[in-house]
């Protein structure tokens, strides 16, 4: 008989194996937490890459390293804000202070080896999609040196956070001031605040932390409250109140400490059932639920019980909105602090800043030796620096009214751009830093797929991302985030939509991370092959110089013939 002939296609056959693994080159900007994971997640799950991080500032650890003021602390229970899989029996307090979770994290970065990915001191400028190669060019610059140069890739991952870029408030006068200013991000340790009169402007995270810190070292504080705010129970209350009844931080012994090393399995126990408490209570984000009107009731009363000393305090904070509409704060001993003697709380709003002092609308002024701006950051949205996909499309002037994503990771017209922390990646409820785990672990399981599917590109379908834009706000329409508030959960006012929550529970978002949706996918292919992950018909094991393993492998853990199945084995062995 006559031999086939092939008249199809040409590029049908692509000259690879079928289980070759394609090299990949991946650019992560930001080692704090996401770029500390990915540095190691990356290398263990994505074989074959070239993976480089670059940080702009001179350490690793993102807001660890960079916040430095005093009462800085997570709010959260240390035993909660650890990685899964690296548990440190060591925590000194029940809320560690930023020092001691920024050596955390230098240890993490050590035990497991990935310095060697991470370049400090270098910023990043620009990121362009180029159509042509299909790979990201990211142009940068060396802050030590001045140097700008460019790096190219075939992914973008980026870690960079939300509550980066820091702000000064929109106040006029601020360049007038002669005397201390500083913003809580940027705060000079070098700086006496002792026996002086000080102001410190805004109640978000930073200034809740920062009064009840310099209260009792400073002659007099003046602390500018623009807005109401629920100062909740701290998180881990349950724990709290067995060592400490008033609610604030306490330190662990040496003793208890010890135990734990000794007896790993104890601690496990322990951080369990703190993760258990901090996992619980979805319910309260629900518009009108039970639990959401009992926890209103319970933080008035604890509010204005702590501010009995000055109840026009209490008039002034508390909110007419519902707990969690805005974020959560603590507080440990934010309260207390604002009864104090040296302690005003001033609503009015600032008119400008003067070259002594501060001048509110009501035509006080008032002097003071510095000003803390506990102003917050820029959380719009709008990129550290300009990223450009498909077509030259501009990714802020995509975001400009509303942030789209297809679960806060991807976003179209953005090919093999994946982000950790970006709009609608935050939690209102839950473990934050476990649901990172989960856009690392989502973002390498991406890459994989790439390298062995014969993918050049892939971003999600519009529909895809519509569909999920869809789900948020349907999602939040039931909550109480979506009620009015002054928030940076939104995009547009108090009565925006919400853009940096994600639309479900902390746990719902490990759940939903868990395995990507490929169908949600566009993809082109090297060499334009859709088949090309068939590869020539051959596997590795069939043209390379391995050892015969490759071969075998699928006889790993066979069973032998003349050994009895075990019981659970035999198929209706009790029918």
């Not at 240890?107 to 001191?121: E, H, M, N, P, T």
């Not at 334009?528 to 050892?547: C, I, R």
Request: hydrophobic letters at 35%; one cysteine or more; aromatic letters at 12%.
């Amino acid at each position: 008989m006559p031999s086939a002939t092939y008249t199809g296609p040409s590029n049908v056959i692509s000259a690879r194996s079928v289980d070759a693994v394609r090299p990949l080159k991946v650019i992560c900007l930001g080692a704090g937490v996401s770029g500390i994971l990915a540095a190691i997640r990356f290398p263990e799950r994505v074989k074959n890459l070239d993976l480089v991080i670059y940080e702009k500032n001179e350490e690793i650890g993102g807001t660890w390293f960079e916040n430095k003021y005093p009462g800085c602390a997570c709010d959260i229970p240390a035993h909660n804000y650890q990685l899964s899989f690296e548990s440190n029996t060591t925590w000194t307090s029940f809320y560690a202070k930023a020092p001691e979770i920024l050596e955390y994290w230098k240890k993490v970065v050590d035990k497991y080896g990935v310095r060697k990915y991470i370049k400090l001191s270098i910023k990043a400028v620009e990121a362009r999609w180029d159509e042509k190669t299909s790979k990201w060019t990211v142009k940068l610059v060396n802050l030590k040196t001045g140097e700008t140069f460019s790096d190219s890739a075939d992914v973008l991952f980026t870690g960079t956070g939300t509550l980066n870029e820091w702000k000064m408030p929109a106040i006029p006068g601020l360049e007038d001031y002669t005397g201390k200013m500083m913003h809580s991000a940027v705060w000079d340790a070098d700086y006496k605040y002792q026996g002086k009169k000080v102001a410190v402007v805004g109640a978000g995270s930073s200034g809740i932390q920062i009064v009840p810190n310099i209260q009792p070292d400073v002659e007099r504080l003046d602390h500018y409250v623009r807005g109401r705010t629920w100062i909740a129970t701290t998180i881990g209350m349950a724990e709290v109140q067995k060592r400490n009844p008033n609610g604030g931080n306490f330190d662990y012994t040496p003793e208890e400490i010890k135990a734990w090393q000794d007896n790993p399995e104890s601690y496990l126990v322990y951080r369990k059932r703190l993760e258990a408490e901090l996992q619980t209570g979805h319910g309260i984000t629900q518009r009108g639920s039970a639990i959401q009107l009992e926890i209103r009731k319970l933080f008035t009363q604890l509010m204005t019980g702590r501010l009995a000393a000055k109840p026009q305090v209490a008039e002034h904070l508390l909110p007419n909105f519902p707990p969690l509409c805005k974020r959560l704060t603590p507080g440990p001993g934010y309260l207390e602090a604002l009864t104090q003697q040296n302690v005003d709380v001033i609503p009015t709003p600032i008119e400008r800043i003067t070259p002594t002092g501060i001048l509110t609308t009501d035509g006080q002024h008032r002097e003071v030796d510095a000003i803390i701006c506990a102003t917050g950051f820029n959380t719009s949205f709008q990129g550290r620096f300009p990223i450009y996909g498909v077509g030259g499309v501009k990714l802020a002037n995509k975001w400009k009214s509303f942030p789209s994503t297809y679960l806060s990771m991807t976003t179209s017209f953005f090919p093999n751009f994946f982000m950790s922390l970006g709009p609608n990646a935050g939690l209102g409820w839950g473990n934050l830093l476990i649901v990172i785990e989960g856009f690392v672990e989502y973002a390498a399981q991406c890459m994989a797929r790439m390298q062995v599917q014969n993918i050049l590109s892939m971003q999600p379908k519009p529909r895809a991302e519509e569909n999920f834009v869809k789900f948020c706000d349907a999602y939040f329409a039931g909550t109480v985030f979506s009620e009015e508030c002054s928030s940076w959960y939104k995009t547009g006012g108090k009565n925006g939509r919400v853009s940096a929550l994600w639309p479900g529970s902390g746990l719902h978002a490990i759940k939903a991370l868990k395995e990507p949706r490929w169908e949600d996918f566009e993809y082109t292919y090297v060499d334009g092959n859709e088949l090309g992950w068939l590869g020539d018909g051959s596997a590795v094991a069939d043209v390379g110089e391995e050892d015969e393993s490759g071969k075998w492998y699928y006889l790993e853990g066979g069973n032998m013939l003349h050994e009895p199945l075990a019981e659970k084995m035999v198929v209706g062995a009790n029918e």
